[in-house]
């Protein structure tokens, strides 16, 4: 699975969740996904990436290059005819340790993600759907807090080519880190998105995503 992301803001939270103005800071990323069934009950998983973030004045500062590669395995509890359990865990291997440049703030220390996952399949009137929901504990090396992580996918097929997803990701820091990263923080995004069936083999996504508190 290959995906590009393009982002860019020029407002940031405050403490309080209100909106203030920033230095306008883009991300523009492109990951490739790649899973492999070892077994019935074991996938191991490969996805490096490449970024380019940007600042605005006064800071001026620019990034481009590798960003995380994600290395790891998911494993097969349990299932049935409708649902799946799973456990997964990736080692997340920053693409540079420059810490003295502001865009790659955030960027430079290594990571582990322990989630649990749970699928579930069903019908939406006619309509084949789906519920995904992973917990998870990332371990962050470095400066920055540990993060509690919560992800939701409701994916639903109106038609056989087409399939709709409303995903919600949400982050909250255990603590504050080392300077940068404090004090605390929590964010929640939101996702839509809508994937075209081509071939068996082959579908195209396109959507947008706001961090919206």
Known sequence: IVTGTLS????????SGNTQSIPRY????????????????????L??????????????????????????ARVRLGGGDSWVVSAQTTVRVPGTFD????????????????RALFGYGFKAGAWPAFVDVQVAQRFRLGGPPDEFRADVTLGVRPQDKWLVLLQSFNVISEGAGSAPFFPSYSYSKLQLSAV??????????????TTYW
Do not use: C
Not at 8 to 15: E, M
């Open 8 to 15: 860019q803001s020029d407002k940031a939270f405050d403490g």
């Open 26 to 45: 883009s991300k523009n990323e492109l990951q490739a996904l790649f899973e492999f069934g070892a077994t019935s009950w074991l996938t191991l998983m």
């Open 47 to 72: 996805a490096p990436s490449l970024q380019h973030v940007g600042i605005a004045a006064p800071l001026e500062a620019t990034r481009s290059g590798l960003g995380y590669t994600d290395i790891g």
């Open 99 to 114: 810490k003295s440049n502001p865009a790659a703030i955030g960027y430079t220390d290594p990571e582990v993600d322990v």
């Open 196 to 209: 075209y069936s081509l071939t068996p083999q082959l579908s195209l996504q396109l959507g947008g995503y």
